[in-house]
């Protein structure tokens, strides 16, 4: 009968069959080990289908993989010579590694992603003399990193019908006992608790000083709720002291939607948030952002890497979301923050709050010079902060010319009655949410040829390479075009000053259809049109390049792939 009883490792206890699985989804041992974490674990109920008498309960990492669970189970239970393995959920299968190639291949997909609490799910080893065990999600928790990936948190005895049984001379406490070659789980004699380490982390962790003030200047945005005051649509500008450069920052969470702080960087930035307000259906919004951000999400939907940054640094939550920051620059996907935006972000969080606190009696005033088109300004002068209001569309200071360039140029080139083109086009990675970089191409209006073509690196200001692309095709040519026309009002605001110097009228203009077109293809590549559209157009070169990345899955290498760009065949456009 004693073997009837369960024993809780939690708090030492012993349960009845039956009673275990209600025990462990209260035992205060087990609940007062999982406070203050940010790790997703769930609580597992293993047992075999058929010998019921077998069972095991599991505390597991969110994080792990099926082929984690796998090998888990194959370790304590069943591995006997390697055959073939696969979990079946919600009426999908899910086999792992090179092991068998059928449904879907699960070894990286995290448990996490895919189970829930309440839910049950199944495992087969061997598709000859199959064990099949059902797993019930009893229950999920929320934890500091453990010791171990994997926790036993109860088992059965071994049942005594096997025990002095002539069929079953070396009993091992598995299901698969007697069954093919099974002779016992891998660490046999020993009732283990616990299996997979977890690695220890070989760099020291140190607190970052700069991100442990960005996140009590976090914290103190959560406690004062500044988007309460302040609308979404007003944008508040702060200049820097140290860069002089002027971030243009929008507090969501007004309308109670979505709550954050978006810092658009530079006037690239602001250009490529209005071009967001105002032309929402573009198709390159976020290739043409430049903006940090935090933001809140749900614990659930947080990488692994913020919550790492929750377990070191411990932010407070804004109504029970979770903040995170992000970034994006031009041509690039979002990614995490390098350290010297954590300087920018605590910057405006600080004077965000004192104008918070000085304007929230006072918000009329803004509001009021918002309908008159000016934003709210601070800067640092004279050793101390000063506000004032600012036109909205400040001129962009970005492409800077001289005189004598203009000068010189008109010296050496005649005016002509041409009509040229400016169009930018950014090339997307098929695997990532990657954006390789941007490249400007010029273009005759009339005839459609393409003059000139450059690719922007890095972070460069494009409307300052386009600025040299225009003179090189000038001087080129030996003349200045009458016109250009360009798709994006961001060079046309760049280039109108330089351009008018040479009287060349420059002016916004839709994209022509064969641009559009071509834009169309090589954006948001989905593979079937990719495939077709790459074979009628795309340079053999470059189709096999990307291609041989995606079914490597791998990254693309830019530079090999930015050499190709930059050879492109003219006749390409
Ligand atoms: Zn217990
Ligand atoms: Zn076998």
Redesign the pocket.
Same mark, same amino acid.
């Given at each position: 009968m004693e073997n009837n009883k369960v024993k809780c490792n939690g708090c030492g206890k012993e349960y009845s069959v039956r009673g275990i699985t209600r025990h462990l989804k209260s035992c205060k041992a087990i609940k007062n080990d999982y406070l203050d974490g940010f790790n997703k674990y769930y609580v597992l109920k293993i047992r075999d289908a058929y010998r019921k008498e077998f069972f095991i309960y599991v505390n597991v990492l969110g994080r792990l993989t099926l082929e984690d669970l796998d090998q888990f189970l194959r370790d304590i239970w069943v591995e006997? $010579?390697?055959?073939l393995s696969c979990f079946s959920y919600h009426g999908d299968d899910y086999s792992i590694g090179n092991r068998s190639s059928f449904g879907i291949d699960g070894t990286d997909i995290k448990l996490k992603d895919l189970i829930e609490s309440g839910e049950s799910f199944s495992y087969e080893y061997?598709f000859?003399?199959t064990t099949k065990l059902e797993i019930d999600v009893i229950d999920g928790l929320y934890g500091k990193k453990r010791e171990h990936l994997i926790e036993i948190l109860a088992r059965n005895k071994m049942p005594d019908y096997y025990l002095d049984n002539e069929e079953y001379p070396d009993p091992s406490n598995s299901p698969r006992i007697g069954? $093919?070659?099974?002779d016992g789980p891998l660490d046999r004699f020993k009732d283990i608790t616990s299996w997979g380490k977890i690695e220890k982390e070989t760099k020291k962790t140190t607190i970052n000083k700069a991100y442990k003030e960005l996140i009590r200047k976090t914290n103190e945005f959560i406690k004062v709720k500044p988007f309460k005051v302040f609308p979404s649509d007003v944008l508040i500008v702060i200049e820097d002291p140290k860069t002089d450069e002027s971030y243009y920052c929008s507090i969501l969470g007004n309308s109670e939607e979505e709550y954050g702080l978006n810092i658009h960087v530079g006037s690239f930035g602001l250009s490529g948030f209005f071009d967001m307000l105002f032309d929402s259906d573009s198709l390159d919004l976020f290739q043409n952002m430049n903006y940090l951000a935090l933001m809140f999400d749900d614990l659930d939907d947080l990488l692994d890497e913020d919550i790492e940054i929750f377990e070191k640094y411990k932010p407070n939550t804004l109504y029970g979301m979770y903040p995170f920051f992000e970034r994006s620059y031009r041509g690039e996907a979002f990614r995490n923050l390098e350290s010297k935006e954590f300087r920018i972000i605590s910057l405006v969080l600080e004077r965000i709050l004192v104008i918070h606190d000085e304007y929230k009696n006072r918000i009329e005033e803004l509001l009021k010079q918002k309908e008159q088109g000016n934003m709210f300004k601070t800067f640092f002068k004279n050793g101390k902060w000063q506000y004032d209001y600012t036109e909205e569309f400040p001129v962009f200071e970005s492409v800077q010319f001289s005189e004598l360039d203009v000068k010189r140029i008109q010296k050496n080139n005649k005016k002509s009655s041409d009509k040229w083109e400016l169009t930018s086009i950014f090339f997307q990675d098929l695997t990532e949410n990657h954006f390789f970089p941007e490249m400007i191409v010029l273009q005759d209006k009339a005839s459609g040829m393409v003059l000139n073509q450059t690719v922007v690196e890095g972070e460069k200001d494009s409307s300052k390479s386009a600025k040299e692309l225009i003179e090189e095709t000038m001087n080129q040519n030996k003349i200045i075009p009458m016109e250009i026309i360009t798709d994006r009002k961001f060079y046309c605001d760049a280039l109108k000053d330089y351009l008018a110097g040479l009287n060349t009228k420059i002016y916004l203009e839709d994209m022509s259809e064969f641009m559009r077109e071509f834009k169309n293809g090589i954006y948001q590549i989905n593979e079937e049109e990719l495939t077709e559209r790459m074979l009628n157009e795309l340079p053999q070169e470059l189709i096999e390049e990307l291609m041989k990345a995606e079914l490597n899955n791998e990254e693309i290498d830019e530079d090999k792939l930015m050499d190709i760009i930059r050879r492109l065949d003219i006749d390409l456009f």
């Open positions: 006997c $010579c390697d055959h061997d000859g003399s069954v $093919c070659g099974y």
